[in-house]
């Protein structure tokens, strides 16, 4: 079996700072770096980097920032046959600023992700049938993401979604859709209307999405943990402890681990737990794609904080 993902896929361009700039403000940054990005692409490698078969169906650009993005993920053992080279617009752009405490501040600039379709849409349907999982993001327009959980429904493949970024509005009909949505504090406020800031009211917003709809609902807290609420029970995965150098992609590395799991045939429980495990492990290094992590150190770190 194998995870698809349709999504975005992204050139970062990085600049590391001692703090973030204010509103108007010039400062002096540390270093400059190019990597592969965009929430697709990253979840992607995320999961083929646990050496789970991954496809991913998407768009780049007739540029050079598209060939070494097709040439990243191809290293990473992503399937790039459902990726269009479109000829009509640049590779999508992620400026990024990290400060010395591993916080960040992100600009997209869609490009060729905006131009995703139902041509997509088909192409996608297309690679389905071995599939146990379909990752979703919203860094492509929400209604193709629609379209394809419909797809993906139809054909009995787990729907998984990070709501990121948030749309003005989150469609209601779109919940029905999902088996796992995957929202951090800010999303997850977002999406039910009131203050998502600790366990407590994680576990609240866990418990307001699934009535909404949603299969299974996991709100991610940062390093507190992850909630996540079910038919059957709520529950607490503590987040790991670890030396956080860059926050950057840490979510898409949560959803590509939570998946790999599920890929394997583990349970919901253990699945959250290997996102846990694979969010820690991305922060611990700078960048987006180059973050994460291998199967090996994986499961070296899993066995010792068993």
Not at 1 to 27: A, K, Y
Not at 110 to 117: L, Q
Request: include cysteine.
């Amino acid at each position: 079996m194998s995870i698809i993902i349709f999504g975005s896929i992204n050139i970062d361009l990085i600049t590391t700072t001692p703090r973030l700039p204010t509103s108007g403000e010039t400062i002096n940054g540390n270093n400059f770096l190019t990597a592969g990005g965009g929430k697709g692409a990253n979840q992607a490698v995320a999961a083929a980097r646990l050496d789970i078969p991954t496809k991913i169906v998407g768009r780049v650009g007739n540029d050079s920032f598209g060939q070494q993005l097709l040439a990243s993920l191809q290293g990473a053992n992503v399937d790039t046959t459902g990726i269009v080279v479109d000829e009509n617009i640049h590779t999508g752009v992620a400026t990024i600023a990290v400060d010395a405490r591993g916080e960040n501040s992100i600009i997209v600039v869609p490009g060729a992700n905006h131009s995703i379709n139902n041509i997509d849409v088909e192409r996608l349907r297309n690679l389905l049938s071995d599939a146990t999982a379909l990752l979703l993001q919203l860094e492509i327009p929400l209604e193709f993401a629609m379209s394809a959980a419909k797809v993906a429904q139809k054909m009995g493949v787990k729907v998984i979604l990070d709501p990121a970024p948030m749309p003005g509005k989150f469609p209601h009909d779109f919940y029905g859709l999902i088996d796992i949505i995957t929202p951090n504090e800010i999303e997850a406020s977002q999406l039910v209307g009131f203050s998502v800031n600790d366990r407590e009211t994680a576990t609240q917003a866990a418990i307001e999405l699934f009535k909404r709809g949603v299969k299974n609902a996991v709100v991610k807290i940062g390093d507190r943990g992850v909630v996540c609420a079910t038919e059957e029970e709520t529950f607490f995965q503590p987040a790991f402890v670890v030396e956080a150098i860059d926050t950057v992609a840490a979510g898409d590395a949560f959803n590509g681990g939570l998946a790999a799991a599920l890929d394997t045939g583990l349970s919901l429980k253990d699945a959250v737990k290997w996102g846990a495990v694979a969010g820690a492990l991305c922060v611990t290094k700078s960048g987006a794609q180059p973050a994460m992590t291998d199967r090996k150190t994986f499961d070296n770190f899993l066995l010792r904080r068993q």
